[in-house]
């Protein structure tokens, strides 16, 4: 594999990972909203809604190779670790499901920040 194809490859793996993770936070935002306890997981869903967008910016921006996307990466994998953080403090299914989606996602993040 020449480094364009393995630069092209990961940069495709941590496309992927961000999308994922997008999905996954705002899944996890709707069910924390759609529960009987809103107020106690304003935080989740405050860090969800950070993660969700600057995943979804991110994956714009390594999609058309941006310049800028090693930084954005950068500022990606810092809220996919608190979105991480946040979710791992809560015992339901969907934080579970997206504190591990964004911790893949923040290793994949870093990766690109600092192939750059």
Do not use: G, P, W
């Not at 504190?99 to 893949?104: D, G, L, N, Q």
Request: a negative charge.
């Amino acid at each position: 594999m020449t480094t364009t194809q393995s630069r092209n490859s990961q940069l495709e793996a941590c496309i992927e990972a961000c999308l994922k993770c997008l999905q996954d936070c705002e899944f996890c935002t709707t069910a924390c909203l759609d529960s009987d306890m809103v107020q106690m997981m304003a935080a989740c869903i405050k860090a969800c809604r950070d993660c969700a967008d600057l995943c979804a910016l991110c994956a714009r921006f390594m999609s058309r190779t941006s310049d800028l996307h090693a930084q954005l990466c950068a500022v990606c994998a810092d809220a996919c670790d608190r979105c991480a953080a946040e979710c791992a403090k809560h015992d339901h299914e969907h934080c579970r499901r997206c504190a591990e989606s964004c911790r893949r996602c923040a290793e994949s993040c870093r990766q690109m920040s600092m192939a750059h």
